[in-house]
């Protein structure tokens, strides 16, 4: 059983669409030069649903049920105007707000 249906999570729990203007927290791994949670402000892009076995299906309701996690895809634009594509999953999906 996937960890969503554990936690009785819902489609409608998702409601960022793309295009959206948000603030997300990231946290990098150990070892990476900026360790720990950071924050960024960022252009949401789409959701990715996957499944155990580690394939990747269009997020929808249907789908949902077979998803082992959700990872949001956030567009970040550094001050060298470089785009980085964030992939924010587990705990740092949480941290996702709509800037007002």
Request: net charge positive; aromatic share 20%; hydrophobic share 35%.
């Given at each position: ?6 936690n ?9 669409k ?53 990872i949001?895809?956030i ?26």
């Amino acid at each position: 059983m996937s960890e969503l249906v554990k936690n009785n999570m819902n489609f409608e729990d998702y409601t960022f669409k793309k295009g959206d203007i948000v603030n997300f927290t990231f946290t990098y791994s150990e070892g990476h030069s900026l360790c720990g949670p950071q924050k960024f402000k960022g252009t949401f892009k789409e959701y990715w649903i996957i499944d155990v076995k580690g394939f990747y299906f269009k997020f929808g309701p249907r789908n949902i049920k077979k998803a082992n996690y959700i990872i949001a895809i956030i567009e970040y634009i550094n001050e060298y105007g470089v785009k980085i594509p964030f992939k924010v999953s587990k705990e740092d999906l949480k941290t996702i707000y709509l800037v007002s």
